[in-house]
T-cell receptor
Framework: GAVVSQHPSWVICKSGTSVKIECRSLDFQATTMFWYRQFPKQSLMLMATSNEGSKATYEQGVEKDKFLINHASLTLSTLTVTSAHPEDSSFYIC??????????FGPGTRLTVT | AQSVTQPDIHITVSEGASLELRCNYSYGATPYLFWYVQSPGQGLQLLLKYFSGDTLVQGIKGFEAEFKRSQSSFNLRKPSVHWSDAAEYFCAVGAGSTDKLIFGTGTRLQVFP
């Protein structure tokens, strides 16, 4: 099956700093990548959809200037949380979709902002 | 509004017992329906999906789900649960297999030996 990786798997940062999370499709080309956010014991909420080479589409209520998404290649999308605050602490999950008939999820990145 | 409801937050069953996890959805167009499983610290794994055809779909790990349009439901079942099935299960709906998904709140399954 297709593999999607995320890096880092766990990151701790200080309030006010920025952190970048990478999502890579390892063995297929992902024309579309989705970024989800999951709070403890809650569901996954879609943050944004990114298509390779174009600007990301953000869901209502998601601050695009705070959560910067770059999908620069067919195998890599990045999510940068700028000026992170404790309320941004969460589990961030990406999924990637290409020519195959389903999307594949990464293992997630746990962000803790102190 | 588009939404997915999983009424059961937490279910506990004995190993070898049967299992049914409930899922109801609200979606304007013809939905693609999915069940995913998430183990601690791991990503989501697709168990099965439905779009059209036979309303009883078979998935991996011995799971099956039945689509009932009249009830807007897509319940997940397994005849005999194994201890390794303990995990979080999510029902999701979308416009296609490679489209953005709306997830339910999840059901945590605990299995006792």
């Amino acid at each position: 099956g297709a593999v999607v990786s995320q890096h880092p798997s766990w990151v701790i940062c200080k309030s006010g700093t920025s952190v970048k999370i990478e999502c890579r499709s390892l063995d297929f080309q992902a024309t579309t990548m989705f970024w989800y956010r999951q709070f403890p014991k809650q569901s996954l909420m879609l943050m944004a959809t990114s298509n390779e080479g174009s600007k990301a589409t953000y869901e209502q209520g998601v601050e695009k200037d705070k959560f910067l998404i770059n999908h620069a290649s067919l195998t890599l999308s990045t999510l940068t949380v700028t000026s992170a605050h404790p309320e941004d602490s969460s589990f961030y999950i990406c999924s990637a979709a290409g020519a195959r008939s389903e999307q594949y999820f990464g293992p997630g990145t746990r962000l803790t902002v102190t | 509004a588009q939404s997915v409801t999983q009424p059961d937050i937490h279910i506990t069953v004995s190993e070898g017992a049967s299992l049914e996890l409930r899922c109801n959805y609200s979606y304007g167009a013809t939905p693609y329906l999915f069940w995913y499983v998430q183990s601690p610290g791991q990503g989501l794994q697709l168990l099965l999906k439905y779009f059209s055809g036979d309303t009883l779909v078979q998935g991996i790990k011995g799971f099956e789900a039945e689509f009932k349009r009249s009830q807007s439901s897509f319940n997940l079942r397994k005849p005999s649960v194994h201890w390794s099935d303990a995990a979080e299960y999510f029902c999701a709906v979308g416009a296609g297999s490679t489209d953005k998904l709306i997830f339910g709140t999840g059901t945590r399954l605990q299995v006792f030996p």
